[in-house]
């Protein structure tokens, strides 16, 4: 009597198993971002690999980690950028992006940071174009003293706190990983 109910049960759970798989798999991006390029490398432990971005406009890295965890580094003023020398960073566990405005100068630098956390990791890297248009409200030129490269940092102050959390939670993370570790 308890077979039909289990084999029901698992058939069922294994349904949604596939299912969820599927739309994990099926990545959702904006109808305005064209892919141009898929980069997948491994990294070891505190290393750098770098690449360099030529296309103009504006692009968009989304960055997984598929085992550890690689950080993100852009910069317009070198090709060689670090996690002292950087303009843009996505520093999460997971799935990092960013948004590389139109205004940076080519080439961009890209710096793959491999996190100490791990011995090694693998990731994969989505270059997109992003064909939407900015509004400025008082138009492009208030935003700009004329120099393309005169932005120290390429976001708002608002976003300072939300890199700070993000650090934040780097960190925290990264303790209960070591914790867990050293438990089990």
């Known amino acids: 009597?308890?077979?039909?109910?289990?084999?029901?049960?698992?058939?069922?759970?294994?349904?949604?198993?596939?299912?969820?798989?599927?739309?994990?798999?099926?990545?959702?991006?904006?109808?305005?971002?064209?892919?141009?390029?898929?980069?997948?490398?491994?990294?070891?432990?505190?290393?750098?690999?770098?690449?360099?971005?030529?296309h103009e406009g504006k692009i968009v890295l989304k960055m997984q980690s598929v085992k550890g965890d690689a950080d993100l580094y852009v910069s317009a003023s070198t090709l060689?950028?670090?996690?002292?020398?950087?303009?843009?960073?996505?520093?999460?566990?997971?799935?990092d992006i960013v948004f590389i405005p139109a205004h940076f100068q080519r080439p961009v630098g890209i710096g793959?940071?491999?996190?100490?956390?791990?011995?090694?990791s693998e990731f994969e890297i989505k270059v997109y174009y992003d064909r939407t248009t900015e509004q400025y409200p008082f138009g492009e030129a208030a935003?700009?003293?004329?120099?393309?490269?005169?932005?120290?940092?390429?976001?708002?102050?608002e976003d300072a706190s939300q890199e700070d959390e993000s650090i934040l939670w780097t960190i925290l993370i990264s303790i209960l990983k070591l914790v867990l570790e050293i438990l089990f």
């Not at 020398?85 to 997971?94: N, P, R, S």
């Not at 935003?143 to 102050?157: F, I, L, M, Q």
């Open 80 to 95: 060689h950028p670090s996690f002292d020398d950087y303009e843009l960073q996505a520093v999460t566990c997971g799935q």
């Open 143 to 157: 935003y700009s003293d004329g120099t393309e490269t005169s932005h120290k940092h390429a976001y708002a102050p």
């Open 1 to 54: 009597m308890a077979a039909p109910w289990t084999s029901a049960l698992l058939l069922l759970l294994t349904s949604q198993a596939a299912s969820w798989v599927t739309s994990f798999e099926e990545e959702e991006v904006p109808e305005e971002w064209i892919l141009l390029h898929v980069v997948q490398g491994h990294i070891g432990a505190g290393n750098y690999s770098y690449l360099r971005l030529n």
């Open 112 to 120: 793959v940071y491999g996190h100490p956390s791990h011995h090694e």
